[in-house]
């Protein structure tokens, strides 16, 4: 019986659909997407790439990743948080990413903002897992119908409006969902897909910063 969001493969592996629409996704689904994340650097990473796909294609910021990692010196936000007007034009002129001025600017603010917080708190990554929805917060069931009817959760909403409070830009409620998802804050691998369990038991043993 054919279950609507999961495909099976030839050797019966089943998985979340969205994972054979690129070449570049069978990876990124299997041993990234929703793997919890506990370094600094690469959830800021996380969420400046997400706040890049905006109104595009996931698989285009895919592509382009290793591009911005150059442009923005691995993301490395104390780095970031320094650039100038040149370093934007610099960046506007680069082909290999989005060459979107309003989001580079955002990019820059939010390395700001993040050291800001770091220096404030300690850990970046500690403070965004203290979002983490509890479990009666999460479905009973992660099927197409509950990936469907919600592009946002509560706890996406929260810290969306947190960040947003410590000026943040870029990093709507929609935009901080699929964060949450891409960073193992939640797990949305749909029942049935290969890799729930496996992240599922990742979460389960994983020490929160």
Same mark, same amino acid.
């Given at each position: 019986? /054919?279950?609507?969001?999961?495909?099976?493969? !030839?050797?019966? %592996?089943?998985?979340?659909?969205?994972?054979?629409? *690129?070449? +570049?996704?069978?990876?990124?689904?299997?041993?990234?997407?929703?793997?919890?994340?506990?370094?600094?650097?690469?959830?800021?990473?996380?969420?400046?790439?997400?706040?890049?796909?905006?109104?595009?294609?996931?698989?285009?910021?895919?592509?382009?990743?290793?591009?911005?990692?150059?442009?923005?010196?691995?993301?490395?936000?104390?780095?970031?948080?320094?650039?100038?007007?040149?370093?934007?034009?610099?960046?506007?002129? /680069?082909?290999?990413?989005?060459?979107?001025? !309003?989001?580079? %600017?955002?990019?820059?603010?939010?390395?700001?903002? *993040?050291? +800001?917080?770091?220096?404030?708190?300690?850990?970046?990554?500690?403070?965004?897992?203290?979002?983490?929805?509890?479990?009666?917060?999460?479905?009973?069931?992660?099927?197409?119908?509950?990936?469907?009817?919600?592009?946002?959760?509560?706890?996406?909403?929260?810290?969306?409006?947190?960040?947003?409070?410590?000026?943040?830009?870029?990093?709507?409620?929609?935009?901080?969902?699929?964060?949450?998802?891409?960073?193992?804050?939640?797990?949305?691998?749909?029942?049935?897909?290969?890799?729930?369990?496996?992240?599922?038991?990742?979460?389960?043993?994983?020490?929160?910063?």
């Amino acid at each position: 019986m /054919d279950i609507p969001g999961l495909i099976t493969d !030839a050797a019966g %592996v089943t998985s979340c659909t969205w994972r054979t629409a *690129a070449p +570049e996704y069978p990876d990124y689904h299997d041993h990234e997407w929703g793997v919890p994340v506990a370094d600094d650097i690469a959830l800021y990473e996380k969420i400046c790439l997400e706040g890049f796909q905006a109104g595009m294609a996931w698989i285009t910021i895919l592509r382009k990743r290793e591009a911005f990692r150059r442009a923005f010196e691995g993301f490395d936000f104390r780095r970031v948080a320094q650039y100038t007007e040149q370093d934007i034009e610099r960046l506007m002129a /680069d082909p290999g990413i989005v060459r979107n001025r !309003a989001k580079i %600017v955002s990019t820059i603010n939010n390395a700001r903002r *993040a050291c +800001e917080l770091v220096d404030e708190t300690g850990s970046l990554a500690a403070w965004l897992w203290s979002f983490e929805p509890a479990a009666d917060e999460r479905p009973a069931v992660v099927d197409m119908a509950y990936w469907t009817a919600n592009p946002t959760s509560a706890a996406s909403t929260r810290l969306s409006k947190a960040l947003k409070k410590r000026g943040w830009s870029y990093v709507g409620p929609t935009t901080m969902y699929a964060f949450m998802q891409a960073m193992g804050m939640v797990n949305d691998h749909l029942e049935g897909c290969t890799c729930r369990p496996r992240i599922e038991h990742l979460r389960h043993h994983f020490k929160r910063p």
